[in-house]
């Protein structure tokens, strides 16, 4: 049994029966105010249940594809990108780009709307190549690997994409088992289990049986985080975890990232423009602006930057390197409003 296993089970645990040991729980309160305590044989019960749980968590861990990606060599940063450029065409968009993520934390990029932060997923993800530089996931340079080692690569990986792409026709627990059956040997009974815990670590158990359209904004992305960890990847990626969420669910959601990448051992790079959701949950920011790194650090080192980029967008500044508007020409020639000169008068 894997530790990772051990930790995620008590974290669902404590979730779902508010922090209390499983000690202590061999006598509950009911709705009505008595005491219910455990006779000999429901006790039994739930041990043999928790240890199937234990044992599919396991077993989840131990699934691996045929084909194997041994990390060359040990690092402590899970994911490396190193003088990365990456073009759409003649449009540059990564610009020398180097950032580290270490293992086990969990890591922000921010910038504004179309600097490259949602391109550099993909470029971890191995859906686009760069131009220049390269992109180390557990080591291994993800664009030399073959179309076996990226199946491999990507096993270890979860997404949670911008607009939970959650399938629209199957309820809420296929959605999540979807991948459970098509990428493990797991038996049914244990499926059922890991996706009852998924759902329950963010809160949505009682969702199991609903459809996409059945649920609210937030309750959808909180289905769509549950499936990108459903099989305890090593990576979990975010693509705007906290766009269009009110506040009582980006919370929940923030919370649940933190917590699920403590209780899986993962790492996490998290997309998004939410400072201050962010500041409360992840370890390092990167800043990334005319696809450079512009600033980095700590959330206290965040802050109290001065760098003019970084403290334009951490407090909101109207004024500051970051343009409101994209690059144009004169707005009053354009409308007619200002004469131009006579081509004798300019040439004179």
Known sequence: MTAAAIKFGEFVDAERV??????????????????????????????VKMKHIAVAHATLRQQKPTHTILSSTP???FVEIDNVDFSYGKRAILKGISLKVPKGRVVAIMGGSGCGKTTL?????????????????????????????????RRKMGMLFQFGALFT???????????????????????????????NAVGLRGTAKLFPAELSGGMARRVALARAVALDPMLIMYDEPFAGLDPISLSVVGQTIRKLNN?????????????????????????????????????????HSEEPFVKQFVHAELDGPVPFHYPAGDFG????????????????
Request: with cysteine; aromatic share 4%.
């Open 333 to 348: 020639e354009q409308l007619g409003l200002v004469p131009t000169l006579p081509a004798s008068r300019t040439q004179s």
């Open 169 to 199: 026709d199957m309820t809420v627990f296929d959605n999540i088992a979807f991948q459970l059956r098509e990428h493990t040997t797991l038996p049914a009974d244990m499926i059922r289990d890991l996706v009852l815990m998924k759902l």
């Open 263 to 303: 209780a899986l051992g993962a790492t996490s790079i998290v997309v998004t423009h939410d400072i201050v959701e962010s500041m409360q949950i992840v370890d390092y920011l990167y800043f990334i602006s005319d696809g450079r790194i512009v600033g980095q650090g700590t959330p206290d080192e965040i802050r």
């Open 75 to 77: 690092s402590q940063s």
């Open 18 to 47: 508010g922090n209390t040991p499983t000690a202590a729980r061999h006598s509950q309160t009911s709705a009505t105010g008595s005491i219910h305590c455990a006779t000999p044989a429901e006790t039994g019960m739930v041990n």
């Open 121 to 153: 997923l993909r470029l971890i993800g191995g859906q686009l190549a760069p131009s220049k530089g390269m992109v180390r996931v557990d080591g291994q340079d993800i664009a030399s690997l073959d179309r076996d080692g990226m199946y491999a690569m």
